[in-house]
């Protein structure tokens, strides 16, 4: 007969080869997490076990061992299941994002949309701060907003893109309803002061007009909020987000006071380095043409030219040289793309100044 020990010797042997391949495959599963949550895919694909399932039985010489190889395949992708969610989760945990504005604020609720509820963020008082927090290790992104679907762009956002070294690595939009809040009791007759971000009160000018209303321009919608509710004045009101309301205690006295109901605002969000991705279908440049007949005329003629969709242009003034504005330009495509790389080229040797803004999706 023969020895236990000897047999048990044997069974060492192999099982130390399965952990071995077992770590092996775990490793390559936690890489299919990290592409599946890129992609928005699901952990789980039926088809695929299946599939594996079904090859995996036919390599079996020993036929009798058939059902359980099967249910070994099924526990094994249990666990890969159970560890891929466990990276996902992680990866999201891990994520520090910093905002301009307060909690309540809409930059906050297009992070939260952006990375998910269990993102970290921290709120910033200035935009500028956002771009100076991602030179901390710790901070991994910052969201700003970048134009309104009213009121268009957010200029500083612009300007402050080309100051710093910093990369769009993607975009969001989100659908603004503002409302006037203010403390319990207040009504709309008592109201004389409202606080909050001059982009707010251009969209809500038509609410706004004849009503003698003083308006005082503030950083932000949910910091007016927070000013209001520490205040307990009842003359005194802010527009922002429900979300600020609820979360500074304020009653809602008039919703939706957006002059248009379709008011939506993009946000972008910044990264310390260039993301690129085989899902990234947009393009962010900057630049500046000398100021000499046709110059802008052929740079923008190079989209055309490599049938490339232009998005997007805004123009920012040169400071200290008038009349002379740095371009904006969003266009749909991918960096690695050979009519994407001709156009750049083109517009960086036939510019003054030139910067790469981003690669990500549209
Ligand atoms: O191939 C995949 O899509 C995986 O996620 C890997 C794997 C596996 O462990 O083999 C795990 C979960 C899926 O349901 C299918 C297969």
């Known amino acids: 007969m023969t020895d236990l020990k000897e047999l048990r010797g044997k069974i060492d042997d192999i099982d130390r080869k399965i952990v071995e391949l077992f770590q092996e495959r775990m490793e390559i599963v936690s890489g299919v997490a990290k592409y599946k949550k890129e992609k928005g895919l699901p952990v789980l694909n039926s088809i695929r076990e299946g599939e594996l399932i079904e090859k995996n039985i036919n390599y079996l010489k020993n036929k009798e061992l058939t059902p359980y190889l099967k249910e070994f395949y099924i526990k094994l992708m249990d666990l890969s299941k159970d560890y891929q969610r466990l990276q996902i989760d992680k990866a999201k945990e891990g994520i520090n994002v910093c905002f301009q504005g307060t909690t309540g604020s809409y930059s906050q609720e297009a992070l939260f949309e952006y990375f998910g509820s269990d993102a970290t963020s921290y709120p910033v008082k200035e935009f500028e701060d956002v771009f100076k927090k991602l030179k901390d290790d710790n901070i991994s992104y910052g969201v700003l907003p970048i134009e309104n679907s009213s009121t268009g762009a957010i200029n500083?956002?612009?300007?402050?893109l080309r100051k710093y070294g910093l990369y769009i690595v993607g975009n969001m939009t989100l659908k603004i309803n503002h409302n006037l809040m203010a403390i319990e009791g207040a009504k709309l007759e008592d109201i004389k002061t409202v606080y909050s971000?001059?982009?707010?009160f251009k969209q809500c000018s038509e609410f706004l007009k004849d009503k003698g209303l003083e308006l005082i321009?503030?950083?932000?919608?949910?910091?007016?909020?927070e000013l209001v509710s520490e205040k307990k004045d009842k003359t005194m009101a802010a527009i922002g987000s429900k979300k600020a309301a609820e979360v500074n205690n304020l009653k809602i006295?008039?919703?939706?006071i957006n002059n248009d109901d379709s008011n939506y605002t993009r946000f972008i969000i910044i990264g310390k380095t260039l993301e690129t991705s085989d899902i990234n279908d947009a393009i962010s440049i900057v630049?500046?043409?000398?100021?000499?007949v046709g110059a802008l005329y052929d740079s923008l003629g190079i989209f055309k030219k490599n049938n490339l969709n232009m998005i997007r242009i805004e123009s920012r003034p040169v400071v200290g040289k008038p009349w002379e504005y740095f371009f904006y330009i969003d266009f749909?495509?991918?960096?690695?793309?050979?009519?994407?790389?001709?156009?750049i080229d083109y517009i960086?040797?036939?510019s003054s100044y030139f910067k790469f803004l981003g690669n990500y999706k549209k």
């Not at 500083?156 to 402050?160: A, F, M, S, T």
């Not at 006295?253 to 939706?256: L, V």
């Not at 749909?332 to 156009?343: F, L, M, Q, R, T």
């Open 287 to 292: 630049f500046s043409s000398p100021n000499k």
């Open 348 to 350: 960086q040797n036939n």
């Open 332 to 343: 749909e495509g991918d960096i690695n793309n050979e009519h994407v790389k001709e156009a």
């Open 197 to 200: 971000h001059p982009q707010a």
């Open 253 to 256: 006295i008039k919703n939706n």
């Open 217 to 225: 321009g503030y950083h932000n919608t949910a910091v007016s909020a």
């Open 156 to 160: 500083e956002v612009y300007d402050l």
